[in-house]
């Protein structure tokens, strides 16, 4: 798909989500994997593969499941920069997904197929995960194509877990709710930003919520930690 669809639907002076360069495989062997905790318009989790010098990209409503008789639905979407792996932080109101993004979870994966793009269009991609949330063996299956923007269809997908090691039936969403980046909530970041708070605030687990408000001196000491690398959603544009 390229880049074209991402920068069509994004304003870069308002936004500081990055704007990536021309698309470009990197030379090196490890291939980079994140999952984006999004709470735009409604939460969902965007599953990101690099590939070919992009981030293919898939929206997740519900998550990931660890559990492998869960099949969980997985909207392909426009394919997204490399630099987009390391974008944490606030989309404004009234931009394309606008809303509260976490760095989830991120890694690398090794393709179980010999020949990837072979696999994508036949629509089943193995896969393994290395993250630090995720592992193990994993599989994308095509099933059919969903209406999308300018009545083009968009192909619809199921993620869903195999049988090894790292399979459970934990709810992985709700046990590990924070950033592996800055480590915190989709609230946190919202507060410490400029988001909506309380939008933000609805994708995260209660329990992680009423912990927070019992210790809320804890959000401060979080934002002293924050890694620089993170992307700002106050950050000067040029």
């Given at each position: 798909?390229?880049?074209?669809?991402?920068?069509?639907?994004?304003?870069?002076?308002?936004?500081?989500?990055?704007?990536?360069?021309?698309?470009?495989?990197?030379?090196?062997?490890?291939?980079?994997?994140?999952?984006?905790?999004?709470?735009?318009?409604?939460?969902?989790?965007?599953?990101?593969?690099?590939?070919?010098?992009?981030?293919?990209?898939?929206?997740?409503?519900?998550?990931?499941?660890?559990?492998?008789?869960?099949?969980?639905?997985?909207m392909q979407t426009e394919d997204h920069p490399l630099e987009y792996a390391e974008f944490e932080g606030?989309?404004?109101?009234?931009?394309?997904?606008?809303?509260?993004?976490?760095?989830?979870?991120?890694?690398?994966?090794?393709?179980?197929?010999?020949?990837?793009?072979?696999?994508?269009?036949?629509?089943?991609?193995?896969?393994?995960?290395?993250?630090?949330?995720?592992?193990?063996?994993?599989?994308?299956?095509?099933?059919?194509?969903?209406?999308?923007?300018?009545?083009?269809?968009?192909?619809?997908?199921?993620?869903?877990?195999?049988?090894?090691?790292?399979?459970?039936?934990?709810?992985?969403?709700?046990t590990a709710p924070r950033s592996v980046v800055s480590k915190r909530l989709l609230a946190e970041i919202?507060?410490?930003?400029?988001?909506?708070?309380?939008?933000?605030?609805?994708?995260?687990?209660?329990?992680?919520?009423?912990?927070?408000?019992?210790?809320?001196?804890?959000v401060t000491a979080q934002k002293r930690r924050r890694k620089p690398s993170v992307w700002k959603s106050?950050?000067?544009?040029?």
């Amino acid at each position: 798909m390229g880049l074209t669809e991402y920068k069509r639907k994004r304003r870069f002076g308002v936004t500081p989500e990055p704007a990536g360069g021309a698309a470009r495989p990197r030379r090196k062997k490890a291939l980079a994997y994140v999952i984006q905790k999004h709470r735009a318009s409604r939460l969902h989790y965007d599953f990101r593969l690099e590939w070919n010098g992009v981030l293919l990209s898939w929206a997740v409503p519900k998550g990931p499941s660890l559990d492998p008789s869960v099949k969980r639905l997985a909207m392909q979407t426009e394919d997204h920069p490399l630099e987009y792996a390391e974008f944490e932080g606030i989309i404004p109101a009234g931009e394309y997904g606008g809303g509260t993004v976490m760095i989830w979870d991120r890694g690398t994966w090794t393709p179980e197929s010999p020949d990837v793009d072979a696999a994508l269009r036949k629509g089943e991609l193995k896969l393994t995960l290395h993250g630090e949330k995720l592992s193990g063996s994993w599989v994308l299956v095509r099933t059919r194509s969903y209406p999308g923007a300018g009545g083009a269809g968009r192909p619809t997908w199921l993620l869903i877990k195999h049988r090894d090691d790292a399979a459970t039936g934990e709810d992985i969403a709700d046990t590990a709710p924070r950033s592996v980046v800055s480590k915190r909530l989709l609230a946190e970041i919202a507060f410490q930003e400029g988001g909506d708070v309380a939008k933000a605030a609805s994708g995260d687990p209660e329990a992680a919520l009423r912990k927070l408000i019992r210790d809320p001196a804890a959000v401060t000491a979080q934002k002293r930690r924050r890694k620089p690398s993170v992307w700002k959603s106050s950050r000067a544009r040029s």
